[in-house]
Each structure stands twice: as C-alpha cells, then as structure tokens.
C-alpha cells in the first residue's frame, strides 16, 4: 500500500523510508531548487527516485537568492541568448503554474546618460571581460529591452511591454531619486517572496506523485563503493549503503567537493559569493513606490533595491568564493549596498541599526579562470562521469532559479536516457503544489476567504494563504477552527507550528524561522518566540528539556553569526 503523504513528511519517516528500502533507480544527491525540480519531474516521470540532502533543503545557494524569477536582461550584453529566451518563457510559465508564490514585479532602470556604452558593450559581448569602463546609456538599454520584450513573445505575454519616462516625469513618481537622472525605463519581472517555500512545494509535488519516490533532509552522499551510495544522517551519524543505478549530483557549488568525497576529483566549479541586506526602513521603502530598483552602480556591476512586504531588499555582490570558508555578508559588503543606495537615493540616509538580516550564498557557477566573475555564464551543462560499478553520475554545472523547472525537466531526460525510458510530455502547465486552484482576481480572493471565515479570523487567513497557497486548507483542517496564535505573534501558532514538524520534515529550531517562515528575514524574532516555537516542537520531535535548550542556543547562534539577526527579549 503507497505510503501517504502525511505519514512520508516527517524527517524521520522518510529516513527510515530509505533505510527500510536501500535502493532506487536514481539517487539525486543535493536539495536545492535544481535538485528538487529534478526529482519531482522524474517522479512525475513515475521513476523510482530517492534525493538526499545534507543540511535543509533549500539551505545553500537557492536559500540566498534575490528572490527575483527574472529573463535576465543583462545576460543579452553576455550574448547568452538562449538562457534569456528559456528564463522569460519559464518565468511567463511560473506566473501561471506558482502564482502563490511568484508575483509579476515591476521593475524601474534609473539611467544617467544617452549614448554612453555603445562602444563598450560590442567589446565586453566579444570578449567577456569589462574592458573600458563606460555606463550603460539610455540608447542602449532601449536596444536591450526591445530584444528582452521580442524574448517576451507579443501573444499571449502575461507582463506589459517596457516604458520609457523622461527626467521630469521620473521624478514626479520616483521623486528620491537623484536630481541628474535623465531617463527611466520600467519594465515586469517577476518575485519570488518565499524561495524556500516554493521549493518544498515543489519536492512535496513529487512524493505526493510517486509511492516510490522518497526525499530525506539532513543525510549526505560520503562515499561510493561497489556496494553503492554511502550515506550518512547528520542528525545522528548514523551510516548505510543504497544502491542506485544512476546518481545525480545538484550539490550547486560544492559539486566538485561532493565527487571528491567519494572518489571522483572535478574541476567544474567556479562559483562567486553574493550578499544582501534586508532593512526595516520606511523611508527608502516609500522611495522604491512599489517596484524594484535595478541598476548600474558606478563600479559597472547591476544591482537592485527591492521592496519585499514591508522591508527592503538590498544586493548583491560577486565575488569569487572560498569554498573552504561559509559564506557570510562582509561589513565590507554592508558599506557597497549602503553606497549602492546613496548613488539612487542620495538623500536618504541608512544605518546598520535598519539591518534586520544578512544573507550570503555562493553561486554554481562554472569554472571561469580569468573571467571576470560577473561575465560568467549563468547557463548550465551537465557533466558525464563513471563511478565504482559502472555506475553513471550526472554533476549539475550551474544553474538559475527561474529556470529551475526546465532544467529539471532536461536533466531528469538525461537521466531517462540513461535508464533506457522514454519520457512522457505534458508536465510544463501543471501547476505546482499550493499553485493549484489559487485565487487570481481580487473577486476570487474575496471568495476564498468568506468561505473560510469562519474557521480564522481574515488575517490570520491571509498569513496561511500567503505561506502555504491553496495547501492552506490541509493546514486549516490540521490546526482546527480559531487556533490562538502565540502571544505577540499573529502569524504563527503551536498548532502550526506542530503541523511544520510533523509534516515538513524538520531537522531543527532554526529551520522553522528561516525556512518555513520568513520571520527571521523579516526580523521579527525574539527570545520570547523561540521558547514559544521550541517548546511546540519538543514533543513533535522528541526533544527532551536540554534538547530543547540547546536547540534555542544554536538558532541563536545562527541568527545572529550567520544573519547579523538581533534577537529581542519579547514579542511585545
């Protein structure tokens, strides 16, 4: 009998899911959005697929994003023509198929000069390099948006085309900006506000597909042998062998340090870091009316201020990355993005007191030598390698979220192929998770919440739509009708509280606020909370009292060495 999904969510469950049955057709090893995608297209695919992930998923790169599902206007300048024509359509795709969690998103380019960069961007195109420093003016950004709206298609486009604005009527909607600004052009993307809910939707999609298809969290590929995969569980370093016959590394950055661990050296990675601040600051909010600013700083890199609910999102670096240090947002860092926003935003002021989070991630980037890292490519290939037994592994070389669907879909055929099967069409409009039967039109809206009123009040009924999509009404029907939330925060209850350690596979405190919630991005824990969520879980979890204890000393620790996060003494 096929396990259901409530009894297959637990971190527990599925580890014990995999030891009970040590074997699969494929083992992907790596939990990110690529790793997932893939998974979940191949058990759409009715394979027999197990993924394991060594910390939570969505906890590397794909957790550190700019929260942006975007074609990637700048990669035009790259000659990376392909990648954009793919990322627009796959961002048109996932407006349709995610609209819980992905937004269209209005983007405006403050632009100082006309005919500045004209001569500079044919060379940086040839040679990839930065070449003579020169600021991209308005003629050509005009030319690329042209080329980024004709990628768009002009039927059936679900964002309008880009508009131009002179100075004066740029400054009448976006009066902060600096008085020089000549031109604006604004044109739609998309947003992503919660990145690591998307992913588990999307891995949740995959084992409420298949029986057979089983997904662990906190357990890690450490070798292979003939006896198959030899995997480890974090949580308790616990180790067993699982056979497979092909194995599919998406471990992002760390590809080539996973096939060294177990026995196949590679030199495919090159990945940078890339950092970002989120700001509890009304004033620059205000000044963003509503849309993402995406720029040229004056060192020539693009980058953006981006309002995010009610905070503001500021990044990102590049810089080459140590794959032997954790990456972490510099001070330095801190001291670009403030002069990132002076250089827009002159007359607004910004402090580290507004910093209510910091993240860091190091992008898959392939191996680029002397490339300059923003003239990597952000395409993907996929590498081909043999492993004790014969055994075929497939390493993941790059990879972007917009695209992450897509590239599921190509890698989970090469694994296809490898397995002799044939694949079947038809996955590209299927909705993903709490996407499906989302309420679109503010009618529709209305609509959902009169017919759940009574069972929350609006707003609480607003956070679960917000967090879960239509997946709202499992987690309605598991906490009951009115569930009190915890004292000083309206947007989380034990009772929820215990679904996520019961149904999402939890492997710790932390995991609750920075990747099931957005509470710690948002900055809105305190010590009063964590007690409060820890001594929800305890029982969930089997945490006895100095478990409990030290898993509040250890998202603290988090928070605050990995996030730059204060934590406040009470919800009040």
């Known amino acids: 009998m096929a396990p259901t999904v409530e009894a297959a969510a637990s971190h527990r469950s599925q580890l014990a899911a995999l030891r009970a049955r040590p074997g699969a057709k494929v083992l992907i090893v ?14 759409l695919q009715g394979v027999d697929v197990a993924l394991v992930e060594r910390g939570d998923y969505c906890q590397g790169a794909s957790g550190a994003s700019s929260h942006m599902i975007h ?7 790259n000659g990376e023509f392909r990648l954009v024509h793919e990322a627009v359509r796959e961002r048109n795709t996932l407006l349709e198929i995610a609209p819980h969690y992905v937004k269209p998103l209005r983007t405006t380019v403050p632009i100082f000069s006309t005919f500045s960069g004209l001569l500079a961007a044919p060379l940086r195109f040839v040679t990839h390099r930065p070449g003579l420093r020169a600021e991209r003016g308005a003629v050509l950004i005009k030319i690329g948006l042209i080329m980024y709206d004709v990628f768009a298609g002009a039927i059936g486009r679900n964002t309008p085309w880009h508009r131009f604005r002179g100075a004066k009527a740029s400054l009448a909607v976006l009066p902060k900006l600096r008085a020089d600004v000549k031109y604006t052009a604004t044109y739609f993307d998309a947003s992503v506000h919660n990145p690591e809910r998307l992913t588990l939707d999307v891995l949740r999609d995959g084992l409420e597909a298949n029986p057979h298809a089983r997904a662990s969290n906190y357990v890690a590929l450490i070798g292979h042998g003939e006896r198959g995969a030899h995997l480890r569980d974090e949580l308790t370093g616990a180790e067993f062998d699982f056979d497979a016959q092909v194995i599919v590394n998406t471990t992002g950055a760390w590809v080539d340090v996973t096939n060294a661990a177990i026995g196949t050296p590679s030199r495919f990675m090159g990945g940078t870091k890339g950092s970002h601040i989120v700001l509890e600051h009304p004033g620059l909010l205000a000044a963003c009316d509503g849309r993402e600013i995406f720029f040229e700083h004056s060192d020539g890199r693009i980058v953006l201020i981006y309002p995010l609910g009610d905070r503001v999102l500021v990044g990102t670096t590049d810089i080459d990355a140590d794959m032997g240090e954790p990456a ?34 190091v992008r898959p980037l392939p191996r680029h030598d002397d490339t300059a890292p923003g003239f990597v490519s952000r395409d993907y290939r996929i590498e081909h390698t043999r492993l004790a037994g014969d055994t075929p592994m497939l390493s993941l070389v790059g990879g972007k979220w917009t695209t992450f669907r897509a590239l599921g879909r190509t890698l989970g055929n090469k694994v296809l192929a490898e397995l002799g099967v044939s694949p079947t069409p038809g996955t590209r409009s299927l909705p993903i998770g709490g996407g499906r039967d989302y309420p679109k039109t503010p009618a529709a809206l209305e609509t959902w919440y009169s017919r759940r009123a009574g069972r929350a009040p609006r707003a609480r009924l607003e956070v679960l739509l917000q967090r879960y999509g239509t997946r709202a009404d499992a987690v309605l029907e598991h906490i009951g009708p009115n569930d009190p939330t915890l004292p000083g925060c309206p947007e989380l209850s034990a009772a929820e509280v215990r679904y996520l350690g019961t149904f999402e596979q939890l492997g710790s405190l932390a995991d609750v606020f920075i990747r099931r919630t957005s509470l710690a991005f948002r900055g809105m824990v305190t010590e009063t909370l964590l007690a409060q969520v820890a001594e929800a879980l305890a029982p969930v979890l089997g945490w006895d009292p100095a478990e409990t204890a030290a898993q509040v000393d250890e998202c603290r620790r988090v928070l605050s060495e990995e996030h730059g996060a204060r934590v406040a003494l009470s919800n009040a």
Do not use: D
Request: hydrophobic share 40%; proline share 4%.
């Open 71 to 77: 074609g990637g206007i700048r990669y035009l300048e």
């Open 30 to 43: 790596g939990g990110g959005i690529n790793g997932v995608a893939t998974f979940r297209y191949l058990a």
């Open 328 to 361: 972490r947002c510099t001070n330095e860092e801190v001291a670009y993005f403030f002069e990132l926003i002076g250089h827009v935003f002159p007359s607004i002021p910004v402090s580290e007191e507004q910093i209510v989070y910091r993240f860091s991630g």
